[in-house]
């Protein structure tokens, strides 16, 4: 398979298919909307699984495991809920297989068929809250702060690589509270991880908000969000945290004895990323070439590669020289390796480490050895330096720390320059059709509007940002009073 | 609920539910089967998940992860693995549910049936030969050397939790080899990382050997395994790695190009362990106390409890003390919490923590400190011992080491006491009758031999040794020929 990509410019949907697929991050599977995560891709995953982990546990969390079936009659239990939920799922119907006496391998046995269907998960609130009945009668069991890693399924009839699949993995957490306030806050507190999380390990800008009614996830009483801005200027929701209210204690007789000894229903919360940011991870960043990745998620960090001549004293200096170069950079935690397969030449492992964004690749060439220099080549901005070999480490150490702040502040920037304030419906589609990027415009609050807009322009209001200012202003479709702008724009 | 236990004596099966539902680790669920994780439990888990993924990768190994779902068609495309796998097992058959037009809930939609079913994985060899065929084309491609961290689904009709739930986490090697020879040696390897795990991490001592033909994995040639024993006698397989020749490579037509240019299928392992391990843990080493876990593996290592008299100064000197030891022991990566909560009482902690299996607790009472003498309890053996202030650090760092190998040295003891050697038919039903334990007798190597001692008997042989001293003998059951001993027990 050739790994040239097609070019945003060409056709920036099939540029990100190239690299997900070219870059060793996902495959295709044979199950309709299912995806192989790849090592690339898996490890990527694990690093910023692993640091969201140490966040989640740093704010008091603990990780359960719930099951992957849901009974039927359970998505029933909350009226909203079911409505958003309960539609495009996988069914189990059969506990088991049996020959088949046409002799066509195994068909499903007639007899095996369950009594109640069990849902695979799409998202776990339901059983989750019927246990947490058992777990919680008094304020003593308060608050209970847990979360899950796992797989979930929802069926989706248009799929794409990591931003739309069937199964994909995600963390959920799931919070019980005493009072209304400390569910709020919790609220508030994991997006505040999720940003900080998006913007200092993913270098990725994000605006936080508030969705609109239309937009809440079914069953919550408040869906807060980061909203971040991919090349082609489209929204990607990048993760979001529900204020549940007392909807799932209420579906599900979540009861406890406060303080008083009064009975009261319990509080909640739920929030979660997924797999979809490794897709967010690739249109924000990624280029031409292929994968831009950030340095603190890179599985790999730093490549060292040598180019050889013919002489043996030469190549063992070589080998010596990146043999001290990663038992430097190993014990600052650094991610390095030495590729010096002689089954491939230099230029191929340049393009196929480009491709798969490792930030720094250091280059051991004999002629510059000679002359104590090494070439070190920073893949964001692809610029390359000839370095003096006593302060390589050094460079090298803070080399990841540039790349990591101008990723930031590249996409910082490209989100700036492609935010628009406008006034008019007229502005607006023309905004969209010629410039893409976000929208701040005026909205009349209505849910009607809203539907209307999106009708007649595809694009959605993403969220309303926290700490708005507060604005006097028109809708920019009815001319009814508003007053405050919101975020619109396209959206994956 | 009273945290009182049922004793091992009273009823062996009973303590050991006691066990894990009272101390937190895994609790029943509403799906017929399945469990829920707890937060303790959990944390035990991703311990063991984190130690051996650490090993997995420090053999070579990457991490994927592929689909949960398996079209019907793959399980029946290797012969032996239909026959294993394809019978208890959840089938998914619709995509979509619908509002009841009778008003009750929602219903399947008849109209999303799927036009193949799908099944939740048991095992993932199906689905990752299928996929492995687009990734191998050349010896270049070989070793692939692959490890997937998953959920499983088995429709088991008698469960136990760990032991054996409709779902279960797992993880699951699957590798690629372009030898045979090659393929054997990784199979040894990893059963080799499997064994070294159990003993230094579990404390729990195992057998290597080779299963009978009757007890292979579905699809295999050789299944290589590890065996426990349970403090009732019982067996415990606690891991298996199996050589799976090319049937996978053939069933899937997974060839490669060799150095010499010419095809030739594929050669493959697999091999697994899962959250059975956890009742492993707690069967082997588990008291009429509560949980004893291995200090490597424990979630928290060490408590510290505080008993305060009423004087403020020697309250502020207790809390002092405690600060210091966990700043100390901390830098030494050890997992401390200090119990100060003045909600429970000293008596109710020290319940709590046994319990729980904390390995370590340490006592800061005021009358002790004014003496600066400090109360040490390890959990294993129950013992208290009065140590001086200033070695409190140190004696901690090694009582830790020495709980881990003396938990090891009891379950060998335990094992070798109960390892019986027997020659007839006889004394096999009366050992296993009135000792229970593994009993090492001859078999005359067939199926027919193996079935009708398991029907007589139930006990199974556990596995061949390896490296077994080679010995004539007679068959204790035929009295036909033999001429190695073989392993027998009553097994989970
Ligand atoms: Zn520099
Ligand atoms: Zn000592």
Chains 1, 2 share one sequence.
């Not at 060409?10 to 995560?37: F, H, R, T």
């Not at 000839?386 to 910082?412: G, P």
Request: a negative charge; hydrophobic letters at 40%; glycine letters at 6%.
């Amino acid at each position: 398979m050739s790994k040239t990509l097609t070019t945003r410019q060409e056709d920036y949907s099939q540029w990100y298919n190239d690299i997900v697929l070219k870059g060793g991050l996902a495959d295709y599977s044979p199950v309709k909307g299912c995806m192989v995560i790849k090592p690339h891709g898996y490890a990527l995953w694990e690093h910023m699984r692993d640091e969201l982990d140490r966040q989640f546990k740093a704010t008091g969390h603990q990780n359960a495991y719930f099951p992957l079936f849901i009974p039927k009659s359970f998505l029933s239990k909350e009226a909203a809920h079911v409505e958003g939920f309960a539609k495009e799922c996988a069914v189990v119907t059969h506990y088991r297989l049996k020959n088949d006496p046409n002799g066509g391998g195994v068909i499903v046995d007639p007899d095996a068929k369950l009594e109640e269907e069990l849902i695979v998960r799409p998202t776990s609130e339901t059983i989750i809250w019927n246990t947490y009945k058992d777990w919680i009668q008094s304020y003593r069991d308060l608050p209970l702060l847990i979360n899950q890693w796992a797989n979930v399924v929802r069926w989706e009839m248009r799929t794409r690589l990591f931003l739309r699949t069937t199964e994909f993995l995600w963390q959920e957490g799931h919070t019980a509270h005493a009072t209304k306030q400390e569910a709020i806050d919790e609220t508030t507190k994991m997006l505040d991880v999720y940003a900080a999380f998006a913007e200092d390990y993913m270098a990725l800008p994000v605006i936080k908000g508030v969705k609109t009614a239309n937009e809440r996830f079914a069953g919550a009483e408040d869906t807060y969000c980061i909203e971040a801005m991919m090349q082609d200027g489209k929204a990607l929701q990048a993760g979001t945290s529900h204020f549940l209210g007392q909807n799932f204690a209420k579906a599900f007789d979540v009861q406890f004895r406060d303080k008083e000894n009064k009975q009261d229903y319990v509080w909640a919360t739920s929030w979660g990323v997924s797999t979809r940011l490794i897709g967010a991870l690739v249109m924000a960043h990624s280029d031409d070439e292929g994968l831009v990745l950030p340095p603190k998620l890179a599985p790999l960090q730093v490549v060292i590669v040598p180019i050889y001549n013919k002489d043996a004293a030469t190549t063992a200096k070589i080998d010596g020289i990146a043999a001290d170069l990663m038992a430097t950079l190993r014990k600052q935690n650094v991610r390095v390796k030495y590729d010096n397969d002689d089954n491939t030449r230099p230029g191929w492992k340049f393009a196929e480490y480009e491709l798969k964004g490792v930030p720094v690749r250091i280059v051991l060439g004999a002629r510059d050895i000679e002359n104590n220099l090494v070439e070190v080549a920073r893949r964001d901005t692809k610029e390359k330096t000839s370095i003096q070999l006593d302060t390589l480490a050094d460079h090298t150490m803070h080399l990841l720390t540039d790349i990591q702040s101008n990723m930031f502040n590249k996409a910082l920037k490209f989100r700036e320059d492609n935010m628009h304030t406008v006034d008019t419906w007229e502005e607006f589609i023309k905004t969209l059709d010629e410039k893409s990027g976000f929208i701040s415009a005026h909205w009349d609050g209505t849910s009607e509007t809203e539907d209307k807009i999106k009708e007649l322009s595809k694009a959605t209001i993403r969220c309303i940002p926290l700490n708005n200012a507060l604005e006097e202003g028109k809708c920019i479709l009815t001319g009814n009073p508003s007053t405050q702008r919101v975020i619109f724009a396209r959206a994956y």
